[in-house]
């Protein structure tokens, strides 16, 4: 019995993965004049789906973290951008909103950790008010009267990823059919990625000419970028010798309806420390607000009722009318988390003092897909047109990889 085999496709890029970060380039490569194909059998439905989205440079820095720091912070500039000119391609809106953010401490030890931080902020440069927990109060009347410390962080902004994955998808599918007929089918491929294909099938260093699919099809490419987060790892046809040392981090997510005598419940984003533990409160325009979120490496994909129960509890600490909201959903997912917590993000190293021709890595982002998305994009397009910044380095998917020899190792 014979097996049909599909036609091969072709396209200018293929980018593997439909998460936010693979929706950023793959837009940015089409505003940029490339034919792109994003394969995902599922786009957005995984990190992105949970994401809170805040934008939080100040807030997300954490100790010996500086060289994520001005990429961060890069990000941060070119959000406003990103975000305007997507809204008017598009008619739709994003989410995008430039509230600020309350940093809150319970109790005294909170209040110390949360001074101890605002050092750390501070020796970077980054803006960090101290305010009363009475101005907090005058800000935001919904506090508890028993909060310990506040500060004031305008820089650290929001948005709704799932409306921008939404608008992000819109906006493919309608330039491909302007551009060349391509129907959305084509722009998307609904279908799982399984292998790279190679110049040399028996060289995995040789150059990479696309992506073979679940289904058979071949889609032949000048640029392959694989961002499709945890599945990299593995993924069939990587240079020997790589190491993508990819971790899943899950967390619990939660969403909440306010109803109309508590709204608004905040205005501003809330990131509090609650006996030491970390809790977050982002509102959002449809009157609901998301709580989040823990960090598990228990290896349980499934919503952890433990991290309900303290997402719910620390919240309620700071906003005793938590209690009084309707819990509308409850997600898990798992994000993606290297040993410095740093993306792998760059071309790979052929061990032989030039990189893999027609290869991109992009995964690894952990708790800061959404806020690098624009710079993550800028970078994989400056790459593919042949321009690269030494700051990059750092962030080279093969960093771990020395046997590859990669520019940081050389």
Partial sequence: MSCTVPDPLSTGIVVIGGGIIGLGIALEAQRAGHRITLIDPDPAAGATFAAAGMLAPVSELHYQEEDLLSLTLASSARWPGFARTLA??????????????????????????????????????????????????????????????AHLITQDHQVDPRALAKAILTRLAAVGRERDGTEPSKTLVRVRATGLLHQDPADSRSPVTGVLLADGTEIHARETILANGLGAAGFEGLPESLVLPLRPVHGDILRLRVPAHLRPLTTATLRGIVRGLPVYVVPREDDTVVIGATAREDGNPGVSAGGVHQLLRDAQVLLPAVAELELIETTARARPGTPDNAPLLGRVAAGDGADVPGLLIATGFFRHGVLLTPVAAHIVLELVAGRGDPAWDRFRPDRFSPALKPKEYA
Avoid: C, F, H, K
């Fill in 88 to 149: 008017a391609e598009t008619g739709l809106d994003i989410g995008y909103r430039t509230t600020p953010t309350l940093a809150l401490g319970a109790d005294a030890a909170d209040r110390a950790a949360l001074g101890d931080l605002r050092e750390a902020q501070t020796r970077q440069g980054l803006q960090v008010d101290r305010v009363t927990t009475r101005e907090a109060r005058v800000r935001e009347p919904m506090l508890s009267p028993n909060i310990s410390a």
